[in-house]
Nanobody
Framework: QVQLVESGGGLVQAGGSLRLSCAASGLTFSSYSMGWFRQAPGAGREFVAAISGNGGSTYYEGPGKGRFTISRDNAKNVVYLQMNSLKPEDTANYYC?????????????WGQGTQVTVSS
């Protein structure tokens, strides 16, 4: 079955950096666009970034724009989220998701998330 497993979260001071990873298995990775989302306590899920299957196109929204960079390694079936200049308001559970582009409802598969905590 399809699995998406995030890693790389943790506690970091404001201004610091983290690189999140999402390892995918059970799917033809390069056929899927991949996205990163986040959800803070008491808040809704927020889109952060997405990357096309071949890595040629990226898209960002929200506060991470200009500070976060999404990338992928199709040989390793991994998508990354490099986060720089972190702020306390970036504290959230970060999820990756896979989108085949064929379903009616957007992303097909979701990971369990990795917690990022930014201290001031």
């Amino acid at each position: 079955q399809v699995q998406l497993v995030e890693s790389g979260g943790g506690l970091v001071q404001a201004g610091g950096s983290l690189r999140l990873s999402c390892a995918a298995s059970g799917l033809t990775f390069s056929s899927y666009s991949m996205g990163w989302f986040r959800q803070a306590p008491g808040a809704g899920r927020e889109f952060v970034a997405a990357i096309s299957g071949n890595g040629g196109s990226t898209y960002y929204e929200g506060p991470g724009k200009g500070r976060f960079t999404i990338s992928r390694d199709n040989a390793k079936n991994v998508v990354y989220l490099q986060m720089n200049s972190l702020k306390p308001e970036d504290t959230a559970n970060y999820y990756c998701a896979a989108d085949s582009g064929k379903g009616p409802g957007g992303y097909d598969y979701w990971g369990q998330g990795t917690q990022v905590t930014v201290s001031s």
